[in-house]
């Protein structure tokens, strides 16, 4: 689903892989990093830091440096859950 021509339906697979926490879906979801739709991107980002797989940090912080102030908001609370995340395992 995340990539369906519908926006709308981009973004809720997004939002569903990110509640299931899969870490199978971490690849995927970092191609979505990419989606036309802002507010794709951002769920895709919102998704990873809810996985909080390290692989997903690089791209994140590609990601930070083109977005607006309030995307890179969103994007840094990604980034700071997959440090929690890490510092748990």
Request: proline content about 6%.
């Amino acid at each position: 689903m995340l990539s369906e021509d519908d926006e709308t339906s981009r973004w809720k697979a997004a939002e569903m892989l990110g509640r299931m926490g899969d870490p199978d879906a971490v690849e995927p979801l970092i191609d979505t990093l990419w989606d036309d739709d802002p507010r794709v991107r951002l769920k895709a980002a919102w998704a990873l830091g809810r996985i909080g797989d390290p692989r997903a940090i690089s791209p994140l912080r590609r990601l930070y440096r083109m977005e607006n102030e309030g995307a890179q908001e969103i994007i840094t609370e990604a980034i700071d859950e997959i440090g929690q995340e890490m510092g748990r395992q």
